[in-house]
C-alpha cells in the first residue's frame, strides 16, 4: 500500500522536485502545513534551501518545530532535506549564531575548503548498517551547500543505540545523512540525485 507523505509546506525553497520525485516512487504526497494532516501521514518530508535563520524563521511561522517535536515524540517518521537536516542540530553559524530544532548536538559551520559552495556529485561513506543506503551505498550524490556539521553526533548521544552517520568529504569530512529512529536527514538532495536518489527514497519508505 502506497505511503501517505506530507511534504511541509514552509515556503523553505523550490518543494514541488521533492513531492515529484515522492510520486515517482510511488508514494501518495501533499504539500501542507495543516497540523491534522501534518500529524497524520506516514512520513513528513522537511525540505530547506537558504540560510540556516531563514529556514528556521519560516518553519517556526507554521509552528513546524512543535509538529515535528511532536511527530518524534510519538515515533512517526520525518526526513529532513539539506537545511532540512541542518536545523536538526543545535545551532548554525551562518551569519551570525542561530538556534536549531536540538534534535542532535552539534553546529553548522563554513566548511573549510578552497571553494564553497560545495556544488554537485560526491560520494559517501555509509557505514553498513544503514538503511537508507542498502543498494546505493557506492553511488554519487548531489550536494548544494557551503555549511555543514563536521563533528560526530553518534559520538556526542552515545549510548546502546546512536545514531547511524553517514560522511562525505569537501574541505574536512562532514555529516551527509544521520539516522536516528524515527529521524532521517541527508545533507544531499535525494530528488535531483537520479537513480541512487529515487531508491534512497523508496529505501526511507520502506522503514515507515
Not at 14 to 30: D, I, Q, T
Not at 187 to 194: A, D, I, L, N, V
Request: with cysteine; net charge negative; hydrophobic share 45%.
Amino acid at each position: 500500500m502506497a505511503k501517505n507523505i506530507v511534504v511541509l509546506a514552509a515556503e523553505t525553497g523550490n518543494v514541488r522536485s521533492v513531492v515529484r520525485a515522492l510520486e515517482h516512487v510511488g508514494a501518495n504526497v501533499e504539500l501542507t502545513a495543516e497540523p491534522t494532516k501534518v500529524m497524520a501521514a506516514d512520513g513528513l518530508v522537511v525540505p530547506g534551501v537558504g540560510a540556516f535563520a531563514a529556514v528556521m524563521d519560516k518553519l517556526r511561522a507554521v509552528n513546524a518545530d512543535q509538529l515535528i517535536e511532536r511527530r518524534l515524540a510519538g515515533g512517526q517518521a520525518v526526513l529532513g532535506i539539506c537545511v532540512g537536516l541542518q536545523v536538526m542540530f543545535e545551532r548554525g553559524t551562518e551569519r551570525g549564531i542561530h538556534e536549531g530544532l536540538g534534535q542532535w548536538p552539534g553546529s553548522v559551520d563554513l566548511l573549510p575548503a578552497p571553494i564553497v559552495p560545495h556544488m554537485g556529485w560526491s560520494t559517501v561513506d555509509a557505514p553498513a548498517e544503514s538503511r537508507l543506503f542498502t543498494g546505493v551505498e557506492s553511488e554519487r550524490f548531489y550536494f548544494v551547500h557551503s555549511y555543514a556539521v563536521q563533528t560526530d553526533p553518534a559520538a556526542a548521544i552515545g549510548g546502546d543505540n546512536p545514531p547511524v552517520v553517514t560522511w562525505s568529504e569537501h574541505g574536512a569530512r562532514f555529516v551527509a545523512a544521520v539516522e536516528n529512529g524515527p529521524l532521517c536527514a541527508t545533507q544531499f538532495h535525494p530528488e535531483k540525485s537520479g537513480d541512487a536518489g529515487a531508491q534512497l527514497l523508496r529505501n526511507w519508505l520502506a522503514t515507515l
